[in-house]
């Protein structure tokens, strides 16, 4: 699995990508503080834990569908994270109530977008990878 930062506005979002699956997975916390505009991480996670309760509650598959993957935390160490496909965000996304909704659902779209051009063109995600 390769990690990669990836920035939604002024957000930081953590991701892996899968080689095997093709996939990337993020940070749910992550996009939660981006949701909410939150900068406090704790915050954020708690907000995420308590949706995830409530989820849980109505049966809703997109809690089951998050994984725990390692990414590396602001501590610098490698710590258990939520993650989740761009699919499984997008219904996850929809369970909260933000402004920014749309605007990074648009934002994963482009991150997926990306992703087959660089299947296509692997010179393009080394540019990329200066540009950055």
């Known amino acids: 699995m390769q990690s ?3 920035i939604f506005e002024d957000y930081k979002i953590r991701r892996v990508y899968n080689e095997e699956a093709e996939t990337w997975y993020f940070s749910v916390v992550d996009i939660i503080r981006a949701l909410l505009q939150q900068q406090d991480f704790q ?4 907000y995420w834990n308590k ?3 409530r989820l849980n509650k109505e049966g809703s598959q997109t809690v089951t569908d998050c994984h725990q993957l390692k990414m590396l935390a602001d ?3 490698m710590r258990l994270t939520d993650a989740a496909t761009p699919e499984t965000l997008l219904r996850l996304i929809q369970s909260v109530p933000s402004p920014k909704a749309e605007p990074i659902k648009l ?3 482009k991150v997926g977008y ?3 051009q660089d299947m296509a063109d692997p010179a393009r995600s080394v540019d990329r ?3 950055y």
């Open 43 to 46: 915050t954020a996670r708690k």
């Open 107 to 109: 934002w994963l779209a």
């Open 114 to 116: 990306e992703r087959m």
């Open 4 to 6: 990669k930062l990836a």
């Open 51 to 53: 949706l995830k309760e």
């Open 75 to 77: 501590d610098g160490k």
């Open 129 to 131: 990878a200066r540009e």
